[in-house]
Nanobody, 124 residues
Framework: QVQVVESGGGLVQAGGALRLSCTTS????????MAWFRQAPGKEREGVSC????????YYSDSVEGRFTTSRDNAKNTMYLQMDSLKPEDMAIYYC?????????????????WGQGTLVAVSP
């Protein structure tokens, strides 16, 4: 049984930082492209970042480019999202997703496995 579990969310002041983690089990982590999505209240889900199998290729949405950094540790079956200079508009539920195909957040249907999400709240 595949499990995808996010952690690390919480409440932070604007300008602060958080690091999210996504740990998987039941799949060959090194064979999956990994992504972060987020969904704010009343808004559509937004793709935040993608990271390739080895971590050599990364993508970021314009809204987080330069502030967020994604990484992965295949030995630990874990992906990370370091979020710096957080803004109130970053507040959302953040989801981790895994794809056995090409990692592109433009098409969420590519992702076979999803976590339950972790809440990031940013106060002004």
């Amino acid at each position: 049984q595949v499990q995808v579990v996010e952690s690390g969310g919480g409440l932070v002041q604007a300008g602060g930082a958080l690091r999210l983690s996504c740990t998987t089990s039941g799949l060959e982590f090194e064979d999956f492209g990994m992504a972060w999505f987020r969904q704010a209240p009343g808004k559509e889900r937004e793709g935040v970042s993608c990271i390739s199998l080895t971590g050599n290729s990364k993508y970021y949405s314009d809204s987080v480019e330069g502030r967020f950094t994604t990484s992965r540790d295949n030995a630990k079956n874990t992906m990370y999202l370091q979020m710096d200079s957080l803004k109130p508009e970053d507040m959302a539920i953040y989801y981790c997703a895994a794809t056995s195909g090409y990692c592109s957040v433009r098409d969420s249907s590519r992702f076979e496995y999803w976590g339950q999400g972790t809440l990031v709240a940013v106060s002004p």
